[in-house]
């Protein structure tokens, strides 16, 4: 079965400076896809970036970006310039091809410290 | 705006008492969920559906009932013989296949007096 680890449950960063989150994920899938959410406090969840397993290249999004090692199952998120109003929780999530449902890591709350 | 409503925002209801949670999305999606949220546990997948009047059980299934008579509606009830129901609640929906992300609704909060 697929699983999502987030071994961080909270991190804090001072304001304009970066941070990394970790996730790792186990499958035996070769074709998949990864995704990072972010729930501030009002709990609404918010697509932060998509990655495609056949992909290469790491996504980016403005000031997010990912470090992708497929080989290592490890799919961190760095936020650079980090802004107050990053102050959420993120999930790590993953999702099989071949597959509607999507599998979510239990979170790291991130802290931005002014 | 196309998006994903979920009503009501706070619901509170007795203990052996049935509770139903709407979910209704105009994005024209095929593909429903719904989550359950509790602290230190990220989402739970409870139902889902990628078609009108079929669905699937999810992992935490037990307890809970759906439907689905409409594309756009997937509504949730809580049945009494959920024993732990109080929970923040969210619906999300995709288009079907091809690895695209799921979109979310704002949640509910049910809370069992």
């Known amino acids: 079965a697929q699983t999502v680890t987030q071994s961080q449950p909270e991190m804090s960063v001072q304001e304009a400076e970066t941070v990394t989150l970790s996730c790792t994920y186990d499958?035996?899938?070769?074709?998949?896809?990864l995704f990072w959410y972010k729930q501030p406090p009002s709990r609404q969840m918010i697509l932060v970036i998509r990655q495609e397993a056949y992909k290469q290249q790491n996504a980016t999004e403005n000031r997010f970006s990912v470090n992708f090692q497929k080989a290592a199952k490890s799919f961190s998120l760095k936020i650079s310039d980090s802004q107050l109003g990053d102050a959420a929780m993120y999930f790590c999530?993953?999702?099989?091809?071949?597959?509607?449902?999507?599998?979510f890591g239990k979170g790291t709350r991130l802290h931005i410290l002014p | 705006d196309g998006g994903i409503t979920q009503s009501p925002k706070y619901l509170f209801r007795k203990e052996g008492q049935n509770v139903t949670l709407s979910c209704e999305q105009n994005?024209?999606?095929?593909?429903m969920y719904w989550y359950r949220q509790d602290p230190g546990q990220g989402l739970r997948l409870i139902y889902y559906s990628q078609i009108v009047n079929d669905f699937q059980k999810g992992d935490i299934a037990e307890g809970y009932s759906v439907s689905r008579e409409k594309k756009e509606s997937f509504p949730l009830t809580v049945t009494s013989a959920q024993k732990n129901p109080t929970a923040f609640y969210l619906c999300?929906?995709?288009?079907?296949?091809?690895?695209?992300?799921?979109?979310f609704g704002p949640g509910t909060r049910l809370t069992v007096l």
């Open positions: 994005l024209n999606h095929d593909a």
């Open positions: 499958t035996s899938e070769s074709d998949y896809y």
């Open positions: 999530a993953y999702r099989r091809r071949r597959d509607d449902k999507i599998i």
């Open positions: 999300a929906s995709s288009i079907v296949g091809q690895g695209y992300e799921q979109f």
